[in-house]
Every structure is written in structure tokens, then in C-alpha cells.
């Protein structure tokens, strides 16, 4: 038997959600220390990603810090917000010289507080930056301003690893890197070492990628550092509870982690809008231990047996059978 992963989650996992239609928010706030203790609820956790600036919270750093130990919560990542009303028309690739260099100040200062918190990595979700129109932008130069910033970005820090979180779209029509292959493409052309993917399931799923194809990718090119999981119904990024749709697909994807001795964070990027979200966060990782009990019960002579001549049913009685008997054996837990 192998070691359980470390299990993680995003602090917003915890916030209260709002949309256009319920703009008044679906609960009452949650203030970002109560987050951090909801987090602590959940028993499994031991890491957290923070979002920078910490919104609505007008504490300090300390009590921060205090709040993640009383918790037994690390930092894993900060992801600064570089998708806010400040840069609507993008962070790196915005057309006004005085906003990128805004966002580069908001993102060195988040990497400083990273480095302060001991995490992993800094995120990089560029939801702005892209297009909405044919014609709306020269998608030579934004390409260019996009590749230049990220340099600019990581080079300056080389003691800490940087991720991109690529997604098809939302905010922006047009995500300028919308999936595995085109981030791996400005990775390499920028060439730094300390610059990765974070390959969130759901985004994969929602760009019509199979998640465990696009890992494989990342892997082969050295260059998948994280993993948000989450579920959908590939229509839209929404973010369900991790198992809650894709159970075959999501075996998959860790099953290609484990083949390729991946050990990083199982991190939960979930936004349980109606439900509970200790219990929705205590749900996932019950699936995600069924996974890993399931990944060390597979018979793997007989997987690459199958996968050997492309006999789908035989790879699917297999998956079928230790993936559905982990969770039955782990009844209510």
C-alpha cells in the first residue's frame, strides 16, 4: 500500500459565491479567518491556496498565520488576482502600459508574500487577458506582451516555481492560454525552469481535452507542477465536487499521475454554491481515497494487457471493478 496524498484545497472553497442572478450572495459572508478554520474543519486537509489581496479582510499577516497553525493549514500557493475589475482588458497583455505594470507590482508582491508563507508555487490564472471579437486584438503582439510579462515575472524569482492555470474561456471569450498544448508552447519559447502548468480537471474537460492525455503532455515536457480537481458537465466550468460525474475520467487522470510517479498536492478547486462546503470538501476527498485504494488494487499487467490491443471493455471491467468496489468498501466514511 502507498502513503495516502497530501490533500489540499482553495481557500474560495470556503467563501460565499455569488452570480448574476443571486447577486446578493447564496449565504451570508464568510470573512477570509473563518475560511481558514471551515478549511480546518474538514480533517484531511493540510494545505490551502490563498487568493492575494485577501478580499474584504482588513487584519493582519500574523493573524493570518495563526489562524493556518491553530489549523495545522500551510500556504501551498497565493493566486493573485489579476482577473478583477482593475484589469478587464487583461493583466500581461493589457493595451495601457500603466495597468501591466500595475499587475507586475500586484504580482511581485504576491510572490514576496508566497516566499513569506513557504508555499509551492504562485498562480497564475490570466482570466482577462485574451479576446472577445474577431478583430479585437493584434494576437501577434498580445502573444508577445503575454510571453515577455511571464518572463519579466519569473525570472526575477527564481527560488520559487510559478504555474499557469490555462482554461478555454470565462472571463474573456477567449482565453489566450486555453489549453494544455498552447501553455506548453509559451512555457518552452520562455524556457525557465520555474515556470509549470497547474492542470485544473475541470478546464481540461470543459476545452473537450481528455484530463489524462493533457497530464501526459505536461509530464513528458517536465512541466506539470500542480492539479486542481473538480467536476463538470463540459459545458461550463462548474466546478462540482470532484467525482461527481466523471468518476472513470478522473481515475484516469490520477492513474496517469501514478504511472508517471507524480507526487504532488490533490487539491480541491470546488465551488459548492447550495451545499455545505465542509461536507462537499469531506465528500471529494472520500472519492479521491477510493481513487488512491483503487489505484493500488489495479491489476496492472492486465491494464497494459488490454491497452495493448485496445480492448476497450476489458480496461473498463477492470477500472469498473476496483474503482466501484474502494467505494463501496468505504461506505459512509
Known sequence: MTDMPVFGAGIWHFATYKDRYATDGYGPPVGLLEQIDRAGAVGDLSVVDLNWPFAG?????????????RNNLK??????????RDFVKGSFTNPDPAVRKQAMELLHQATELAKDLGCSYVK????????????????????NLALDGLTELVSAHPDINF??????????????????ARTLLGIEKIGLPN???LLDFGHSLYGQETPADAAQLAIDYGRLFAIDVNDNLRGWDDDMVVGSVHLVETFEFFHTLRRN??????????????????????????????VHHALDRLDEDALAAAQASHDALAAQR????????????????
Not at 327 to 332: A, P
Request: glycine residues 6%; contains cysteine.
Open 57 to 69: 479582510y482588513d487584519g493582519t499577516l500574523d493573524e493570518v498565520k495563526a489562524a493556518l497553525a
Open 75 to 84: 500556504a501551498i500557493a497565493i493566486t493573485p488576482e489579476i482577473y478583477t
Open 124 to 143: 497564475l490564472w490570466p482570466g482577462q487577458d485574451g479576446w472577445d471579437y474577431p478583430f479585437q486584438v493584434n494576437y501577434h503582439d498580445i502573444w
Open 163 to 180: 504555474v499557469i492555470e490555462y482554461k478555454p474561456r470565462e472571463p474573456r471569450v477567449k482565453i489566450i492560454f486555453p489549453n494544455v
Open 195 to 197: 515556470l509549470g502548468i
Open 261 to 290: 510517479n507524480w507526487e504532488g498536492v490533490w487539491q480541491l478547486d470546488q465551488f459548492p454554491f447550495r451545499e455545505d462546503s465542509v461536507q462537499a470538501a469531506k465528500q471529494a476527498i472520500r472519492f479521491l481515497k477510493a
Open 318 to 333: 477492470l477500472i469498473q471493478n476496483v474503482l466501484l468496489t474502494c467505494l463501496t468498501e468505504l461506505g459512509d466514511a
